[in-house]
């Protein structure tokens, strides 16, 4: 690691399940099929929310569902005890610290206060207009900032009940928050593993590419890496579009992190990649949170042409 050490950052599971991830990442079944949902209100399904700062000045809210609860939609025990179940659950009902992040790198890079974002009656943003997709949204804090901000924005998570549960009522409950005359844009929710859903949606009329794609806390492991730059690559429309990935330079236990991610990036040598914001993170870890943008180089790829 050039030196560095490995932080103790983990998931939410002992040093003999994370050996046993790591054993199981070779590799697990990722064969959700790719869907698109449509949203509808479970009559007396109570959505509890409570406030979460995910830049200065901006509050939005964050649906509140325990592991406990997690695993009876899931019907998987198992999720009580971990965050991570390989071809089954990742992490989805948990809110994890790089989203925020990934709001505030969201802001600053298209020139966005948190005052009019969340005040202004009519909002003019270089996202108006765009089609952004956030990749394993979980919660979808980072991709509702630009739906707010005007874009068409399409969540993506591998579970359809973290969609139904989680994301699609919290993006509907920070929505009724902004000002009347502000314009709403549409929103759009795809289960299904990473693969697949970017053959569904490259094949079946949804236009297939995206100006903005965002994901957050995604590529803790190197199979995990692997699939989500290959729906990237999928997805993202040249010349202009980019990516911005949030994550953890360590995940340890499970492999991966942004140093990893960035390396298999470079290697790979479709994009240019850079860290554009970083955090250390508290408590003694000596981790860091890196946001890293991935861009189309001056001379597209022959993979594009």
């Known amino acids: 690691m050039d030196g560095e050490s490995a932080p103790a950052f983990r998931f939410n599971f002992g040093k003999e399940e994370a050996e046993q991830v790591q054993e199981e990442q070779g590799p697990p079944e990722y064969d959700e099929p790719a869907e698109e949902l449509v949203y509808r209100p ?91 997709l956030e990749l394993g949204c979980g919660h979808g804090l980072p991709g509702i900032v630009a739906l707010m901000a005007g874009a068409e924005v399409h969540f993506q998570d591998y579970n359809g009940c973290v969609l139904r549960r989680l994301t699609a009522p919290n993006v509907i409950a920070n929505m009724e928050r902004l000002p009347r005359p502000r314009a709403r844009p549409a929103a759009k929710y795809f289960a299904g593993d990473w693969r697949l859903v970017g053959e569904h949606l490259t094949g079946r009329g949804y236009g297939g590419h995206y100006d903005l794609i965002l994901s957050s806390e995604t590529i803790y492991s190197v199979p995990a890496q692997e699939r989500l730059l290959e729906c990237i690559k999928r997805l993202l429309q040249p010349p202009h579009g980019v990516a911005l990935v949030a994550a953890k330079r360590y995940y340890f236990g499970v492999g991966g992190g942004s140093k990893s991610f960035k390396e298999l990036v470079e290697r790979d040598g479709i994009f240019e990649t850079s860290v554009v914001a970083e955090q250390v993170e508290e408590k003694g870890s000596g981790n860091v949170r890196e946001v890293l943008l991935l861009k189309f180089p001056a001379a597209i790829h022959p993979y594009f042409l």
Do not use: N
């Not at 901006?58 to 390989?86: C, F, H, M």
């Not at 994890?96 to 005040?119: F, H, I, M, N, S």
């Open 42 to 132: 479970e009559p007396g399904v109570p959505f509890f929310t409570e406030p979460v700062e995910v830049a200065e000045g901006l509050t939005l809210v964050k649906g509140t569902i325990s592991s406990d609860e997690a695993a009876t939609i899931l019907k998987d025990s198992r999720v009580a005890a971990s965050d991570l179940v390989p071809g089954k659950y990742e992490g989805g009902f948990k809110l994890w610290e790089c989203a925020a992040d990934l709001c505030k790198a969201v802001l600053a890079r298209y020139g966005l206060t948190a005052a009019e974002l969340a005040g202004a009656a009519e909002l003019h943003s270089q996202l108006q207009g765009k089609k952004v």
